[in-house]
């Protein structure tokens, strides 16, 4: 079984229609796909989707049912949540001295990108699914398969 590890800016196309929507969607259709997603993950896509709700973009009644959507995908193991420890934090600070003054790398993507890698170094990780480009060429360099579902 192969197995995606979705950034939340991936993550959230599978609850609300935007550009990269349907190949998400093919991702989930795959029924022999692991899909992979950090515990910062779930929070950031938490924080994500009700900034749409704020805004306007996506009404309160899709909010709610976005939430239950991804509560059903975590509950039936749909999506699952990659473990988190202080490796991941030493990773972090590692990317961020390696890209974020060449590359502007983030905090939380750094992070993010830290647990994606140390997965795909157990072997538990194919491929980074990702739609912001700069992350995903640094994902690139740092050595993962990566999809943008925007591309």
């Not at 998400?24 to 989707?49: C, M, Q, T, Y």
Request: with cysteine; net charge positive; hydrophobic share 40%.
């Amino acid at each position: 079984m192969s197995a995606d590890f979705l950034d939340t800016s991936a993550l959230v196309k599978r609850y609300t229609s935007e550009s990269g929507t349907a190949k998400v969607d093919g991702i989930f259709g795959d029924p022999e796909k692991d899909i992979l997603i950090s515990r910062l993950g779930a929070v950031e896509w938490h924080s994500v989707l009700a900034r749409k709700a704020r805004a306007g973009e996506i009404t309160r009644g899709a909010y709610q049912k976005a939430r239950g959507r991804f509560y059903a995908d975590v509950r039936t193991r749909r999506l699952r949540l990659a473990g988190w420890d202080q490796q991941c934090f030493r990773r972090g600070i590692r990317l961020l001295k390696q890209w974020g003054l060449s590359r502007a790398l983030r905090t939380l993507d750094a992070l993010q990108l830290a647990a994606a890698l140390i997965l795909h170094e157990r072997g538990e990780l194919d491929r980074f699914v990702c739609a912001d480009a700069t992350l995903c060429d640094i994902a690139r360099a740092e050595g993962l398969s990566v999809l943008n579902p925007e591309d």
